[in-house]
């Protein structure tokens, strides 16, 4: 007869629980670490694929206070600003619209009109019936708007040359902001556009080619953006800044392409395709006057940006890069492929 086996019983002392209790809590810290690890990557990546689009803005910086639009604002305040310098027009012009726009639409676009200058960026109201012909309306399109402002100076300057004591009552760049409203009739009380001063100066002044370096930035979304567009971009400069830039006009007799491709020799050239493309601006050589035209085309570029896929714009000796949304100084080797005078309009993104 075999002897009856006994169960070994397993004496666990305390070396051998600390043991265990230290390899399960390395275990449960490891399984831990990768959690947060993986966690954190995946936050990461997150917000770096998506922090522009959460806060995409344009921006600048008056002292210390920053002044804020979005992309699509800025885009219509460039497009006031531009249209005002286009027109031979003092930049507090472009101030004095920028400021009626945010007060009347928020800057935004209510029709935007088969032509240029028909954008409807002010808002409808009473007619006019002080005019000597009878009601005349609110003008609610951009080249309207102007057109009544520019009335309104040229009757002024001429009314002070005639002493004539009413010259106060027409648009004058000195005016606040609620005494330009009355002068141009617009339809809002004349005390509610004042609150839209400073901001309007702001963005107006960079836009106007007030400032002699970069003033205003955009933080634009990698996501989703719109392919390259040179031809875009070439056919609005010429629309808004034919005058800015000196582009001769063409006869319609002429044939389209030719002529056009003509006349932008040595002002607007492009090069490469697709993401390759790049535009090179050449500001008048004899460019004077009380604004910048590089500094003015460089941030038009900007404000564009998020509807055309600009990724760089460079006005020497800075470049604006999208995904960094800064103006970065250039290095040697590169100002020397940007000399002043010029703006470079890239769609490539930098590597």
């Given amino acids: 007869m075999s002897p009856v086996r006994r169960r070994r019983t397993t004496v666990i002392t305390r070396p051998m629980a600390r043991r265990r209790r230290r390899r399960r809590a390395l275990l449960a810290l490891g399984v831990t670490t990768a959690l947060v690890a993986g966690a954190a990557y995946g936050t ?10 959460l806060d995409e803005r344009c921006a600048v910086t008056v002292g210390d206070r920053d002044y804020e639009l979005s992309p699509t604002q800025t885009r219509n305040a460039a497009l006031l600003a531009v249209t005002a310098v286009n027109q031979g027009l003092p930049p507090e012009a472009g101030v004095d619209a920028l400021a009626m726009s945010l007060q009347e639409t928020e800057l935004s676009i209510r029709d935007s009109g088969e032509e240029r200058g028909s954008e409807a960026l002010f808002a409808r109201g009473s007619p006019d019936w002080n005019a000597e012909n009878g009601a005349r309306p609110v003008q609610v399109t951009v080249d309207g708007f102007y057109e009544v402002l520019e009335e309104s100076w040229r009757a002024g300057i001429e009314a002070a040359d005639d002493g004539e004591e009413d010259a106060d009552l027409f648009w004058t760049p000195e005016l606040e902001l609620d005494e330009a409203s ?18 309007a100066r702001a963005f107006a002044w960079p836009l106007t080619g007030q400032t002699q370096g970069p003033d205003m930035t955009c933080y634009l979304s990698q996501l989703e953006v719109p392919g390259p567009d040179p031809e875009g971009v070439t056919a609005d400069m010429v629309s808004r800044m034919s005058a800015i830039l000196e582009i001769p006009s063409v006869d319609n007799g002429e044939d389209d392409d030719a002529a056009v491709e003509s006349a932008l020799e040595g002002i607007i050239d492009s090069s490469g395709d697709g993401e390759s493309a790049e535009l090179r601006v050449h500001m008048p050589e004899d460019a004077e006057g009380e604004f910048s035209h590089q500094w003015l085309t460089a941030h038009w570029a900007v404000a564009t940006a998020e509807e055309y896929g600009i990724q760089t714009v460079t006005s020497a000796p800075y470049r604006w890069d999208r995904d960094s949304a800064r103006w970065q100084r250039l290095t040697e080797d590169e100002a020397d492929a940007a000399p002043a005078g010029t703006v470079l309009i890239g769609f490539a993104r930098e590597p």
């Fill in 44 to 53: 990461w990546r997150y917000i770096e694929e998506n922090e522009f689009l």
């Fill in 182 to 199: 009355a002068a141009l009739q617009r339809p809002h009380n004349p005390q509610f556009y004042p609150q839209h001063g400073a901001a």
